[in-house]
């Protein structure tokens, strides 16, 4: 091959190489917003299972922290038996166990003695019982022992399985975030948002919780949120029902769990029913007239909606509390 020749090809190829492929495109509008919903139904599940694992070690540092305390004040307990045994033992070694009886028997009256002898009897049983309070302190100490370290293990795992699921979490709101703004959907909403006021037809405990969560609309969602200036699904709804006097647990899980006893047909809805759909990723407050009201997903606020605009053929039931 010439020198020409080899000069021509290798400058065809470096052309050819410098010609820019096809590029990606973004995603049009349609498909960004089906992805968002998958994200928005991932990331409702992960939310949830967060929260739980949360509370999970929520609840079991407590439970630690508890039997920690107690633990300590079983060992000032056993230190102060330790310490009047070691009295009682160094005072037979110097005098004898048997001093009592000598004093008693040395001379004196009858009822003397008798008393004397009745007091040595009440002696003796109060170091037995403390002996036996001894022995009983020290099971018990090593009994709590083992069960605040069976707490700490189990806090320590939910602690794990917590920092797991947040930063899947964190990433999933990224994205969600990423496309909600291309979308130009994007909601920052106002943590000092004054909301709207309640005027449906709920009455009792259930219109205080509607009024409480109705003063929350256009304040922003945040997974994890529990008030005042953010709030997840569930976040949302338990603080609306603790402003009216009940209390819920933290989590969709823990809420429909909690509501077994409590649970009403979707077809005999009243305001301030709970509404949980399929998976129990999601839930809301059911509002009257068709409406409910909830902390729906990242880039957006709390808001009243319709109920079958946003959930048709995804509820899987409700509770009334």
Known sequence: MSARLVLATALTMTMAAAVPGPARADPSPAQARARLVKLNERADQLVERYNQATET???ARKKHQALDGELAGKER?????????????????????????QHIAVGGR?????????ALDQM??????????FEEATKGLRERR???????????????????KQEEVERLVKEQTKLLRRLGAYRDGNPRSTGIT????????????????????GKPYRYGG??????????????????????????????????????????QLQPGDLLFSKGLGHMGMYAGGGRMVHAPQTGDVVKVVDLDDYWRGRLVGAIRP
């Open 57 to 59: 070690y929520r609840a």
């Open 198 to 217: 309640y005027t449906g037809p709920a009455t009792g405990n259930a219109r205080e919780a509607l009024q409480f969560a109705f003063a929350q609309v």
């Open 77 to 101: 307990q056993v230190a102060g038996l330790r310490e009047e045994l070691a009295a009682i033992a160094v005072h037979d070694y110097q005098f004898g166990p048997s001093m009592g009886w």
């Open 226 to 267: 529990t008030g005042p200036d953010s709030f997840d699904c569930s976040g949302l709804t338990q603080a609306a029902w603790r402003a009216a006097g009940v209390r819920l647990p933290r989590t969709t899980y823990t809420q429909w769990a909690w509501g077994a006893a409590r649970r009403v047909p979707l077809d």
């Open 110 to 118: 009858p009822e003397a003695m008798l008393n004397g002898m009745a």
């Open 124 to 133: 003796a049983r109060d170091r037995a019982a403390k002996i036996q309070a």
């Open 146 to 164: 083992d069960q605040a370290r069976t707490a700490l293990e189990a806090a320590a795992r939910a602690r794990d399985d917590v920092r797991g």
